[in-house]
T-cell receptor
Framework: DGGITQSPKYLFRKEGQNVTLSCEQNLNHDAMYWYRQDPGQGLRLIYYSQIVNDFQKGDIAEGYSVSREKKESFPLTVTSAQKNPTAFYLC??????????????FGPGTRLTVL | GQQVMQIPQYQHVQEGEDFTTYCNSSTTLSNIQWYKQRPGGHPVFLIQLVKSGEVKKQKRLTFQFGEAKKNSSLHITATQTTDVGTYFCAGHRTLDSNYQLIWGAGTKLIIKP
């Protein structure tokens, strides 16, 4: 089955610690995204990557970092500089064929709680 | 900056009543997509509209894209408990917009007990 996996599902972190969230896709998609969702809120874009070894900041990149060394992997690091990191983190991917903008496929998400 | 406003934030309905959510963009969109997020889950793609004035139906769900490609709506007829969740609209500014979607804040559909 093709899809997007995120791990872990729940993550607890002490203040001042960096933590890395995993995102892997086997859909052969070019573009990958990280979103943050707070309770009762919409999706806010943290970082996105259109191609391997390239990524761009989204609307709320401060306190986060990413890498895209492989097409199928786009890990997100939440650093200690992120002031309020407790949230639901969603990874997504998409591809574009024949200039048609296709839908984004989402992973199951990681719920990060800072203690 | 580019925004997509979505209203209402919440809608409480009795089972069997209709539900509608509206999205409005400050600028023209190349397309509009709709997603559903069940409680505790992740967004799942429902449909994409591309043409001006386009209307698409999926069983009890009707999706519209405005003539100016700045607004869209989702209407659910005779809601059921399986419809519970948050519905998001999202659009691309142009076909060459770096794959980035502009998201609405979502409308949460709540079925009254």
């Amino acid at each position: 089955d093709g899809g997007i996996t995120q791990s872990p599902k729940y993550l607890f972190r002490k203040e001042g610690q960096n933590v890395t969230l995993s995102c892997e896709q086997n859909l052969n998609h070019d573009a990958m995204y990280w979103y943050r969702q707070d309770p009762g809120q919409g999706l806010r874009l943290i970082y996105y990557s259109q191609i391997v070894n390239d990524f761009q900041k989204g609307d709320i990149a401060e306190g986060y970092s990413v890498s895209r060394e492989k097409k199928e992997s786009f890990p997100l690091t939440v650093t200690s500089a992120q002031k309020n990191p407790t949230a639901f983190y969603l990874c997504a991917s998409t591809t574009r064929s024949n200039r048609k903008l296709n839908e984004q496929f989402f992973g199951p998400g990681t719920r990060l709680t800072v203690l | 900056g580019q925004q997509v406003m979505q209203i209402p934030q919440y809608q409480h309905v009795q089972e069997g009543e209709d539900f509608t959510t509206y999205c409005n963009s400050s600028t023209t969109l190349s397309n509009i997509q709709w997603y559903k997020q069940r409680p505790g889950g992740h967004p799942v793609f429902l449909i994409q509209l591309v043409k001006s004035g386009e209307v698409k139906k999926q069983k009890r769900l009707t999706f519209q894209f405005g003539e100016a490609k700045k607004n869209s709506s989702l209407h659910i007829t005779a809601t059921q408990t399986t419809d519970v969740g948050t519905y998001f609209c999202a659009g691309h500014r142009t076909l060459d917009s770096n794959y980035q979607l502009i998201w609405g804040a979502g409308t949460k559909l709540i079925i009254k007990p």
